[in-house]
């Protein structure tokens, strides 16, 4: 059974941190590309990071470009989030995802608050 689960997720002050995780089974996790999408309240799915089946390449929507930095352990099967610098505006479910034609696995989601 394929599962992708996220957590690190919460309730942080503006310019805080937090730290992502998606832990990944059932598939060959370092053969695929991951990624991170966002869905902020009342809004459509956002894409926010990807990062190359080695971990070689990796790509950030403007939005988050210099605050955010994705990652991965093969050999954990896991792709990590580090989000800094948060501000209200990054309030959103974050949701992990993998990625090999014609294969697309979501996670559960994570919600991530960031409030004063």
């Known amino acids: 059974e394929v599962q992708l689960v996220e957590s690190g997720g919460g309730l942080v002050q503006p310019g805080g941190s937090l730290r992502l995780s998606c832990a990944a089974s059932g598939f060959t996790f370092r053969t695929y590309a991951m990624s991170w999408v966002r869905q902020a309240p009342g809004k459509g799915l956002e894409w926010v990071s990807g990062i190359s089946s080695g971990g070689g390449s990796t790509n950030y929507a403007d939005s988050v470009k210099g605050r955010f930095t994705i990652s991965r352990g093969n050999a954990k099967n896991t792709v990590y989030l580090q989000m800094n610098s948060l501000q209200p505006e990054d309030t959103a479910v974050y949701y992990c995802?993998?990625?090999?034609?014609?294969?697309?696995?979501w996670g559960q989601g994570t919600q991530v608050t960031v409030s004063s």
């Open positions: 995802n993998a990625y090999r034609w014609p294969s697309h696995y």
